[in-house]
């Protein structure tokens, strides 16, 4: 591998960890707000 194809799959990884972690903050909000709406 290239060093740019190395950069290009560190930034796609990065990007990827990014966006993981986006989508378990939006699962964790829509699980609070239900569980905060039933009280």
Do not use: A
């Not at 960890?17 to 989508?23: F, G, N, S, V």
């Amino acid at each position: 591998m290239s060093f740019d194809e190395k950069n290009e799959m560190s930034l796609y990884l990065k990007n990827l960890e990014r966006k993981r972690k986006l989508m378990k903050n939006v699962e964790y909000n829509d699980v609070f707000s239900v569980t905060v709406g039933k009280k």
